[in-house]
């Protein structure tokens, strides 16, 4: 049995699916984004919507997770690994990871203020707790 089609909305040439890469409202595209931030664009015919990230050129990196001390997917909020996990697919759920977070691991992150939470989804492709070593170049 096949489900309804998703609604989608053509921005500046690039059609993009609601609800999941552009939001009504801007506080779900904030939830959306790694970094917390978010910006508009309209449609053809005025339509306003929100996506992740404080502009269209850094989308991207709003939505990228990052690595740090062998942990990774990390995301700077709770709301931002929860739209990671369900962008993979997942539950929607997610953990948080630090020092003074119920997984109480890593001990102490290497960079100050060495005690701060960060968040991973619970479901990913891939989740590292302390043992991701990130490409190595020359």
């Known amino acids: 049995r096949q489900g309804r089609p998703r609604k989608t909305v053509r921005l500046d040439g690039t059609d993009y699916e609601v609800g999941k890469e552009v939001f009504r409202d801007q506080e779900e595209a904030r939830r959306s984004s790694g970094d917390g931030t978010s910006h508009h664009m309209a449609s053809a015919i005025g339509t306003v919507y929100h996506m992740a990230g404080v502009s269209h050129a850094s989308r991207q990196e709003s939505l990228a997770a990052f690595a740090l001390d062998g942990y990774f997917p990390l995301y700077g ?8 996990s369900l962008r993979a697919g997942g539950n929607g759920q997610a953990r948080s990871v630090g020092p003074i977070s ?19 989804p619970l479901t990913a492709p891939v989740i590292y707790l ?3 070593t990130a490409a190595f170049a020359l």
């Open 102 to 120: 119920d997984l109480g691991h890593p001990a102490r992150w290497t960079i100050p203020p060495h005690a701060q939470t960060y968040y991973m």
């Open 77 to 84: 909020t709770k709301a931002s690994a929860q739209a990671a």
């Open 130 to 132: 302390g043992d991701f």
